[in-house]
């Protein structure tokens, strides 16, 4: 059996999924002992054990291969003498920890929901008030209306008062007219 340990830098190698690729990569391939965690703020850690040929096949991968948005700068291949926990051992250790993450996600998902909610409540409250102000502009927009009618009313009125006058006086001024021209003796 051959154990190793690998250490991949970059500005980008923790928080993109890194430590399950490297798992599946080293279970497809079928090595026996893997373990790997983030160090530091640039840094995962990786140790792994199993046959020569198994262990060669797990380093030309990752040479090769990375999850999609990592961003690494070297990876570093070293000799290990230590114990590496069966890959089976990380893998139930690790869902664990990935559950973990989950929840808080999800809590923290929930708290932000709260919050929208919150917010978009308030903007209902201020959206009826909005409505109300806008039936209120409605009804003095009705009132505006009613009065407007009601001057036409006026209106018709007056220019039927004006027209009678006027009929009136028309029909005086052409009776006095015609007296006039009786008196002057005009046809």
């Keep these: 059996m051959v154990k190793g340990k690998v250490i991949i830098r970059g500005p980008r190698v923790q928080d993109v999924g890194y430590r399950l690729f490297l798992l599946n990569v080293a279970s497809d391939i079928g090595l026996t002992g893997f373990q790997a965690r983030n160090v530091d703020n640039d840094s995962v850690e990786v140790f792994y054990e199993g046959s020569k040929q198994k262990a060669e096949e797990f380093i030309e991968t990752i040479k090769k291969l990375a999850p999609k948005k990592a961003e690494v700068s070297s990876i570093k291949f070293e000799k290990y003498a230590g114990t590496v926990k069966p890959i089976e051992v990380f893998r139930s250790e ?30 209902l409250g201020k959206q009826d008030i909005i409505v109300e102000k806008i039936d209120g502009l409605g009804d003095k927009i ?25 009929d009136r006086r028309l029909t005086i001024l052409e009776r006095d007219m ?10």
Excluded: C, H, W, Y
């Design 94 to 123: 690790f869902g664990t920890i990935q559950l973990g993450k989950i929840v808080e996600v999800g809590v923290e998902m929930l708290e932000k929901q709260d919050t929208m909610l919150g917010k978009m409540d308030l903007m």
């Design 178 to 187: 015609a007296l006039v021209k009786e008196k002057l003796g005009i046809p």
């Design 142 to 166: 009705d009132d505006v209306g009613n009065k407007v009618d009601g001057l036409g009313v006026k209106i018709d009125a007056l220019r039927e008062d004006l027209k009678s006058m006027l």
